[in-house]
């Protein structure tokens, strides 16, 4: 157990913490819900960076911080369908989702053939990532309605369209290869 492993697991119990805050009735709650979800999103980068740093990865962490990621992003988005309860801001959330429940699933199967490498993190996955944290973080800290909340529902959607392009390129990246298995 390195501090890498230990942040990406501080993100796994922040998800419980993140539902409470959430649903407390004072009006803190939602900007306290918003810093929490925000201090998960550090966490996120602070891990990897510290593991390839101190070359401290390990096959745990590997497999626990893409887990941990996708937990606290479907958690963050379940609860806004929630808030929202508008089609408008659920079909965002639902592809977002959905992306992430094929290209893990990619990845495992791809990992299966011994060709995980073909299923690469890209710049597009990073950009849409940085952008979905941020959406994420502007709908959690601000009412829906207001001009701030319209701006994380705006960057919402450009992350969507980007999932759904990176969902492109990583099937079209592992076709051949799925192709010679079927």
């Known amino acids: 157990m390195n501090i890498p492993n230990l942040l990406t697991l501080a993100r796994i119990v922040f998800i419980p ?13 939602m900007p306290l819900a918003a810093g929490l979800f925000a201090l998960a999103s550090v966490t996120d980068w602070l891990d990897g960076y510290l593991a390839r740093r101190w070359d401290q990865s390990t096959p745990f962490g590997a497999f626990l911080d893409p887990v941990a990621d996708k937990l606290m992003v479907a ?9 929202y309860d508008a089609a408008w801001l659920t079909l965002p959330a639902l592809v977002i989702i959905g992306r992430e429940i094929v290209i893990s699933a990619l990845r495992e199967w791809m990992a ?44 919402l959607y450009v992350a969507a369209l980007l999932t759904l392009w990176s969902m492109i390129q990583y099937l079209r990246a592992a076709w051949p290869h799925l192709s010679d298995s079927m």
């Not at 993140?18 to 649903?23: E, M, P, Q, S």
């Not at 958690?75 to 808030?83: D, P």
């Open 17 to 29: 913490l993140l539902v409470v805050l959430f649903y407390l009735p004072f009006p803190w709650s």
């Open 112 to 155: 299966e053939m011994g060709k995980r490498g073909k299923v690469a993190v890209s710049w597009i996955g990073k950009v849409k990532t940085t952008l979905q944290m941020i959406a994420l973080l502007l709908l959690l800290a601000f009412a829906p309605g207001t001009p701030v909340a319209w701006l994380g529902v705006a960057t």
């Open 75 to 83: 958690v963050a988005l379940a609860l806004l369908i929630e808030r």
